[in-house]
């Protein structure tokens, strides 16, 4: 029995691997990515995790050589913070993501990560390394306990019940007639914006990993949704010591991060944290008001 478990639990290593991949192609393909994903350099190692810091060095890079997004971009997200990037929209925040993920690579400069350079790195190390709940969540055809398992291949059921939990969306599933074997997806049972990224943050809570990216939905989520939103994920994915980053787009999710890095014209236009921002009385600042009043008329609408 011995002798034959071995090559069964090799297989099976192998099987999950190739899902694992599979995963990656499907993300991809999600994000709508015209080029083929990056190929490991032969000497390649897998990635040394310290604290998990990133940093950005001259960053150049467009989706087409005529229109840059990104010119000699620098910035550095220390281990284990809590960091906000901001800027107008289609500025690149999210392409910060899929440069660091390598959907992409840049035409020059470099990206590290516990200061080894991503492209030194294997890929499959790397990605693994980093959780993310981005905008809007793929969904698999497929019943929701195998769409959340997909963070990480071997979990139990059980384990997928608890992270469901934590993510406060559990109690959801359950009352679905089908409960966790509803099928959701194309085709399958239409699920709200927010039921699918608390189903993603199960998903990244599975998956554990030391940097954790997340991409707040442009579509605008209710606020009571929103705050509730923020606080399953302040209580569940950053109650231990994680890098992680937030691209906002309605600042009052930012106040708290350790450091926002303002975007804008392809460069960090400033950073600090939400108070010196303010003080500085530029771009954030402009904002911060300008969102402000929006906020208000939007209450004001709502009463
Ligand atoms: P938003 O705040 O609206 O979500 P963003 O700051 O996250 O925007 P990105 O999604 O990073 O911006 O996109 C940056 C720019 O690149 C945008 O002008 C966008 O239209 C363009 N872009 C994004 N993805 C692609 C792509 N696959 N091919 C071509 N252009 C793209």
Known sequence: IFQLSLPLNFLGSIYRELRQNLLDMEVLFNLQTDNAPAKDKEDAKPLALKGGSIRFENVNFGYHPDRPIFRNLSFTVPAGKKVAIVGPSGCGKSTVFRLLYRFYDPS????????????DVQLQS???????????????????????????LDATDDEVKAAA???SVHDTVVGLPEGYKTTVG????????????RLAIARVLLKDPPILFFDE???????????EL????????????RTSIFIAHRLRTVVEADLIIVLKDGQVAEQGTHEELLRLGGLYHHMWVQQASDNLSESLIES
């Not at 516990?114 to 492209?119: G, K, L, S, T």
């Not at 194309?186 to 990224?197: A, F, P, T, V």
């Not at 939905?217 to 705050?227: K, R, V």
Request: aromatic share 4%; no cysteine.
């Open 126 to 152: 790397l990605r693994k390394s980093i959780g993310v709940v981005p905008q809007d969540t793929p969904l698999f055809h497929s019943d929701i306990m195998h769409n959340v398992r997909y963070g990480r």
């Open 217 to 227: 939905a442009t579509s605008a989520l209710d606020a009571h949704t929103e705050t």
């Open 230 to 241: 923020m606080r399953s994920i302040n209580s569940t994915l950053l109650d231990k010591a």
């Open 165 to 167: 939990k934590k993510a």
């Open 186 to 197: 194309e085709r399958g049972l239409m699920i709200s914006g927010g039921e699918k990224q």
């Open 108 to 119: 020059s400069g470099r990206i590290f990560v516990d200061e080894q350079h991503i492209h």
